[in-house]
């Protein structure tokens, strides 16, 4: 192998990474200290529910009782520094219901605590308490755990024909949500969403005309009926992915995955796109106590928690009980990608559909290198699945027919949750439950084989996941870009990998991602750094990986200017270790071809 020559033309190339097809300011890497601060930067040009991602994730203790002492990670962690008689927000759940006279009993106990809501949807109650009193409660007969009530956040960074809404919904048409007989008019007979997130601004002409049938604000943390707004615009974007009618503008192309179907809007976060967890726990609680008045069959949720948590926390709970209500949830993943246990709640719960996002294949079809995910407790896997979650557009919130641009599992989870609709659409019988483990077993299988950390299950495949719910006329279903897993291992610094790709259309992007295993964390000490470089069938090298400052990936996406063999070249320029790269291509002469796309 060619080691000196690699080595010798990575220095010349240090710090001169292209940053296409991705957040600002991830160029860097000749300085991981840069690098770092880099990170930083991206959340602070970000909506500000975005900006600790970076900063916060490291840090966090993990939702989850590890010593079993009834007193969670978060909240040991959160009392740490402080005095005995210092107040903290707090969650405690109860082996049964958290009634105005079991929560006094406790109060007779361990003193007066400052209550702020007893839930419904979880045996369990908000309020502040000392540090000696979180101490009492956990000792407490019927007392189940105590966390810290922490901030929840929008989990915003900033393509239906790629994961085959488009294809299905040309092979029947009546795919759309709509059940009541009148795809021009909203009701609770058709297939309805709920939004838990900042509002919905159903002025927007893509969220009018009646689709949301109603709004519940739930912030501070009890949920009372008003008019829909939003003020912050993240749930606005949201809504329209899952459900927009993509009627401001002449042709919808912008138009959701079931647009004909209604939504209510649920309020838990604030304009800022932040809120205490108990308003979550609140407004899932709200949405399963009028699911029947509302026809409410999905809620989306695309939020969540600081640090990892192991689905036994309240705001997990609560998930789990409205899944087993019947509803389907789908939550995002997180954008705290990529270090180690990043999902949160509400997405780490068992009866959640946890969303991770990946470019539009027709754009890259990488997996996003800020998704959450990489092992969780036990044995279990999270994220579930990938959505489309790069250069999404949506509506835009204080304008009639605006639309924005935006990236991240948040715009991922309501296309999933859209999906998770019109499934239902085609089968209004079909289980929540078999929902998600159609949506996970219809997936296409990327990363290593079979369900992994990084992408779950696989990239969503809505044609075939619709199909497998009944979904009838389903007859042509589109044909992905052709997808290669590369794997190896490296012994030694600068040791290089070939894989050939021989290229038979050129309207497909050469998509590659590359991901170092096992996984390291920030590579702040250098410890992995491998590379991936293409070159094209005379030679030349046409791109080279734009790894972020992790390190951990480095993607590559070119569309191809001629037809051939080209090469994927893999090299270790720092450490050793195992590597996967996931190759999307057009390897045979219709994969994944857009329609208008004439090359040969
Ligand atoms: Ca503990
Ligand atoms: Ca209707
Ligand atoms: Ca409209
Ligand atoms: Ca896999």
Redesign the pocket.
């Known amino acids: 192998m060619p080691r000196d020559r690699i080595y010798t033309r990575r220095i010349a190339t240090e710090g001169d990474r292209p940053t296409r097809g991705h957040p600002p300011g991830r160029f860097a890497r000749a300085r991981r200290v840069a690098a770092i601060a880099l990170a930083l930067c991206v959340g602070v040009a970000a909506p500000a529910a975005a900006q600790q991602l970076s900063a916060g994730a490291a840090a966090k203790a993990p939702k989850a009782d590890r010593d079993g002492d009834r007193v969670f990670d978060d909240l040991e962690q959160r009392l740490a520094p402080r005095a005995r008689d210092e107040r903290v927000d707090v969650i405690v759940t109860l082996e049964s219901s958290a009634s105005a006279a079991r929560v006094k009993d406790l109060e007779r106990r361990v003193g007066p605590l400052t209550v702020r809501n007893r839930f419904s949807v979880v045996d369990g109650f908000a309020a502040r308490a000392s540090k000696a009193q979180v101490a009492e409660l956990a000792q407490r007969p019927g007392v189940v755990t105590v966390e810290s009530d922490g901030r929840v956040r929008a989990l915003n960074q900033s393509g239906s024909q790629a994961f085959g809404v488009t294809r299905a919904r040309l092979d029947n048409s009546s795919l759309d949500g709509n059940r009541d007989g009148s795809p021009a008019r909203y009701s609770a007979r058709d297939m309805v969403a709920a939004v838990l997130d900042t509002g919905i601004d159903a002025r927007h002409r893509d969220l009018d005309e009646g689709k949301v049938l109603a709004f519940a604000n739930c912030a501070g943390g009890r949920c009372a009926r008003r008019r829909a707004f939003d003020g912050n615009g993240h749930g606005t974007h949201v809504s329209a992915t899952l459900a927009g009618e993509g009627d401001a503008l002449p042709d919808r192309r912008n138009r959701g995955v079931a647009p004909a179907a209604a939504l209510v809007g649920v309020k838990v976060l604030g304009a800022d796109g932040t809120a205490a967890e108990r308003n979550v726990i609140a407004g899932v609680g709200w949405v399963v106590a009028n699911r029947r008045r509302y026809g409410i069959e999905a809620i989306n949720m695309s939020l969540g928690g600081y640090g990892c948590s192991s689905g036994t926390d309240a705001m997990s709970r609560a998930a789990n009980r409205a899944a087993a209500a019947g509803l389907v949830v789908v939550a995002a993943a997180g954008n705290a990608g990529p270090e180690r246990c990043t999902i949160n709640a509400p997405a780490a719960a068992s009866g959640a559909l946890a969303v991770g996002s990946m470019a539009d294949p027709a754009h890259g079809g990488f997996l996003a290198s800020w998704n959450s995910g990489r092992g969780q407790f036990g044995r279990r896997i999270k994220p579930d699945v990938m959505g489309p979650g790069t250069g999404v557009i949506s509506a835009r919130s204080g304008s009639r027919t605006g639309y924005v641009t935006k990236a991240g599992t948040s715009t991922a989870s309501p296309f999933v949750a859209g999906v998770a609709l019109l499934m239902r659409d085609a089968n209004p019988g079909i289980p929540a439950a078999t929902i998600r483990s159609r949506l996970k077993a219809t997936a296409f ?8 950390i990084d ?1 779950g299950w ?1 990239r969503l495949n809505a044609y075939a996941a619709l199909r497998s719910a009944g979904a009838r006329r389903l007859a042509s279903p589109p044909v992905p870009p052709d997808h290669r897993l590369f794997e190896g291992r490296f012994a030694a610094r600068n040791e290089v990998r070939n894989f050939p790709l021989e290229v038979r259309n050129r309207c497909t992007p050469i998509a590659a991602g590359l991901v170092t295993v096992p996984w390291n964390g920030y590579n702040v000490s250098g410890d992995y750094d491998f590379d991936v470089r293409l070159f094209d069938p005379a030679g030349n090298e046409v791109e080279k990986g734009t790894g972020l400052s992790d390190e951990r990936q480095d993607d590559i996406s070119h569309l191809p200017g001629r037809l051939g063999t080209y090469r994927l070249e893999v090299s270790s320029y720092k450490g050793t270790g195992n590597f996967f790269a996931d190759v999307s291509a057009g390897l045979s002469p219709s994969a994944g071809a857009p329609a208008r796309c004439s090359a040969p």
């Open positions: 299988d990327w990363g290593p084989a079979g369900p992994d992408f696989g």
